[in-house]
């Protein structure tokens, strides 16, 4: 399945801040901070690519029956941001899919900082407190699935990482944020999907993307702080 989960203005937005943090990069004010968390900054960048264009790409899970047909919209609105379902060819079921630059790369890349963390108690410890934040500001919205404010990911995560994990504060703020916006917003919120009257519900898209996308980015503002 492939479908830019944002209409182009928004698709614009993030290649501008790709941009951004690749001239970061190219200067190396962050290379020694991303080489202390074993990420070397030309891997970062490919990573960042990847997601976006990922974000475009969605992996079948399942077919669930819903409570009755899906709606068809031509976008739809939701935290300020306008979104183009997918047309449904079959009324009455949702495809339940994982989203790769939302959900698959931001996990694979999560896990890998958890495994390789000096601090993983603690990293654990910002994970939940974000997941926790996220799952109570998390909202169904009609015809998309569930959506969280996108500034609410980040900043939790940022504020998590520099309680629990000062001196490892980047990759903490990373794994708290993807994975608390994919497992608060998504995960624990499975059961109401079948309500939503969407045609496709992404796990890592439509109104999470753009914050798992976003804790990345802050992830590498937080990454000169500490020791």
């Known amino acids: 399945m492939f479908f830019p989960p944002f209409l182009i203005f928004f698709v614009f937005i993030f290649i501008f801040l790709l941009l951004v943090a690749f001239g970061l990069i190219q200067f190396g004010l962050f290379a020694w901070a991303f080489s202390k968390i074993g990420i070397p900054p030309v891997y970062l960048f490919t990573l960042l690519f990847l997601c976006i264009v990922g974000s475009m790409i969605n992996i079948p899970l399942r077919r669930i029956p819903l409570e009755r047909d899906v709606d068809d919209w031509d976008t739809v609105s939701f935290f300020g941001m306008r979104f183009r379902p997918p047309r449904s060819h079959r009324p009455n079921e949702m ?3 994982v989203n790769v630059g939302g959900a698959v790369i931001p ?8 495994i390789n963390s000096p601090h993983p108690i603690r990293m654990m410890l910002a ?7 996220v799952y109570q500001n998390a909202r169904p919205i009609a015809g998309v699935g569930i959506a969280v404010p ?16 000062y001196s490892f504060a980047a990759p903490t703020a990373y794994v708290a944020g993807t994975l608390g916006t994919l ?9 109401e999907l079948r309500y939503l009257r969407a045609p ?15 804790a990345g980015i802050i992830a590498v503002l937080l990454a000169p702080v500490g020791s």
Do not use: E, K, R
């Open 95 to 97: 495809v339940l899919a």
């Open 107 to 114: 996990a694979l890349l999560s896990l890998y900082l958890l």
């Open 127 to 133: 994970l939940a407190a974000v997941t926790y934040v």
């Open 150 to 165: 996108w500034l609410i990911p980040p900043l939790a995560a940022a504020i998590a990482a520099m309680i629990f994990d």
């Open 183 to 191: 497992i608060g917003a998504d995960i624990l919120h499975l059961d």
């Open 200 to 214: 496709v519900a992404s796990i890592g898209g439509a109104g999470t993307f753009d914050g798992i996308f976003l």
